[in-house]
């Protein structure tokens, strides 16, 4: 892992970075809305990897609900927030750690669900494979697969992250997963739409930008 892969996102959680005055726009305070819906139906199940977990409220809602979770990231920052944040909610059932979410090891067929809340866009596009090579390792059989991502269009041309289209989504993943179903959805913001835009806010005034949500499965 090398300093300048880690350097940028440091600065966007310590507030150092000049692109991200203010709230980092993907930490809501909450799990993304998409991922809350699919827990409350029972759709995960323990243990859980939180990949690319960030300030972790997607670990920490899981663990208030007595889920066993993992999250992982790369920015050392964002997991001493969110490893404080679990011992100041007395939440022992979420652990953190820094890793490389695209070539991380040592939970070989640990994980009964993996959750990609707003991590898949922000990978370098030729790291998306091995990326997907150390989730699919580290989860256990019949293990349940969700990826929630920014879909091509949702910024200007060339801004905004390695959004997808439908089809790149699904032939990054097919190789290693049994794809369920891939539907529209929204990733909540907390960031100002560009003037004339037709993005629409949320009841809490977050901006609801287009995205994918990924279902998929390993066999058992």
């Not at 880690?6 to 799990?31: C, L, M, R």
């Not at 009964?112 to 090579?133: A, G, K, M, N």
């Not at 289209?165 to 560009?194: G, M, S, Y």
Request: glycine share 8%.
């Amino acid at each position: 892992m090398a300093d300048e892969e880690v350097a940028p996102w440091d600065d966007i959680y310590s507030g150092k970075a000049e692109d991200f005055s203010g709230p980092v726009p993907w930490n809501i305070g909450e799990p993304q809305p998409e991922i809350a819906e699919l827990i409350a139906r029972g759709k995960f199940h323990s243990e859980v990897l939180d990949a690319g977990c960030g300030h972790a409220e997607t670990s920490l809602h899981l663990a208030a609900q007595g889920y066993t979770v993992v999250g992982l990231d790369l920015s050392p920052t964002a997991i001493a927030a969110a490893t404080r944040a679990a011992k100041d909610r007395n939440l022992a059932s979420a652990t953190f750690e820094v890793a490389d979410i695209s070539a991380f090891t040592g939970y070989d067929g640990r994980f009964s669900t993996i959750v990609d809340s707003t991590l898949f866009h922000s990978l370098p596009v030729d790291r998306r494979r091995s990326y997907l090579e150390s989730v699919a390792r580290a989860a256990a059989s019949g293990a349940s697969f969700y990826i929630l991502v920014f879909e091509k269009g949702a910024f200007p041309e060339g801004e905004g992250p390695n959004a997808v289209t439908e089809d790149e989504l699904r032939q990054a993943v097919a190789p290693f997963w049994n794809i369920d179903e891939v539907r529209p959805a929204f990733i909540h913001a907390l960031q100002a739409p560009p003037e004339g835009s037709d993005i629409e806010l949320d009841d809490k005034g977050r901006a609801l930008l287009p995205a994918f949500l990924l279902s998929a499965h390993l066999p058992l």
